[in-house]
């Protein structure tokens, strides 16, 4: 029985990623939390994506404090 939840939990989770209500949120989102713009995203910069990267664990990480509360 706890089989059959997880994968109905992951394949809620995943129909509500790709509907259509939230596909136009994620440039937005990532432009957020990465503090570019999705035109400077698309450049192949290694210092860009590290930037990226490192404000996507932060922002992840304080998310995970924030939900700890």
């Known amino acids: 029985m706890n089989d059959i939840n997880?994968?109905?939990?992951?394949?809620?989770?995943?129909l509500s990623f790709i509907s259509p209500c939230t596909l136009p949120l994620y440039p937005?989102?990532?432009s957020y939390?990465?503090?570019?713009?999705v035109?400077?995203?698309?450049n192949e910069n290694a210092?860009?994506?590290?930037?990226s990267m490192l404000h996507t664990l932060f922002f992840l990480l304080g998310l995970r404090?924030?939900?700890?509360l």
């Not at 939390?33 to 713009?37: E, N, Q």
């Not at 035109?39 to 698309?42: D, G, M, N, P, R």
């Not at 404090?65 to 700890?68: C, D, M, N, Q």
């Open 47 to 51: 210092m860009l994506q590290r930037r």
């Open 33 to 37: 939390i990465t503090g570019v713009s």
């Open 28 to 30: 937005a989102f990532l």
């Open 65 to 68: 404090s924030f939900l700890l």
């Open 39 to 42: 035109k400077e995203i698309t």
């Open 6 to 14: 997880i994968f109905l939990t992951l394949g809620a989770g995943f």
